[in-house]
């Protein structure tokens, strides 16, 4: 009913940047959080970045200044515009919605993506 499509992974050398997309197909109504995950082999998933509906954002503190979250609630779309990458940085990169409410009033709570794979390396 719902599908989050993730793009924009790749291979990057360090201090470059890439822009993961996120997009939310089905008959959505509206979902509540919009986060970025990754998880890096051997590890466990950790939360990179999150946004409200309104706006607010939280970032994991290895990322602050220089990863940005942003959203259009119209295109039920979440960005990932990351700058100043690192090799620390490689990972598969989920894309979550929490909060997910179908046009037909039915709650789903979280959905997920399949993941993009962000490697940093030169």
């Known amino acids: 009913q719902v599908q989050l499509v993730e793009s924009g992974g790749g291979l990057v050398q360090p201090g470059g940047s890439l822009n993961l997309s996120c997009a939310a197909s089905?008959?959505?109504?509206?979902?509540?959080?919009r986060g970025w995950y990754r998880q890096a082999p051997g590890k466990q998933r950790e939360l990179v970045a999150s946004?409200?509906?309104?706006?607010?954002?939280n970032y994991a503190d290895s990322v602050k200044g220089r990863f940005t979250i942003s959203r259009e609630n119209a295109k039920n779309t979440v960005y990932l515009q990351m700058n100043s990458l690192k090799p620390e940085d490689t990972a598969v990169y989920y894309c979550?919605?929490?909060?997910?409410?179908?046009?037909?009033?039915?709650?789903?709570?979280?959905?997920w993506g399949q993941g993009t794979q962000v490697t940093v390396s030169s």
């Open positions: 979550n919605g929490r909060g997910v409410i179908l046009t037909s009033g039915v709650y789903l709570g979280d959905s």
């Open positions: 089905g008959t959505i109504f509206s979902i509540n959080v």
């Open positions: 946004i409200t509906r309104g706006g607010r954002t």
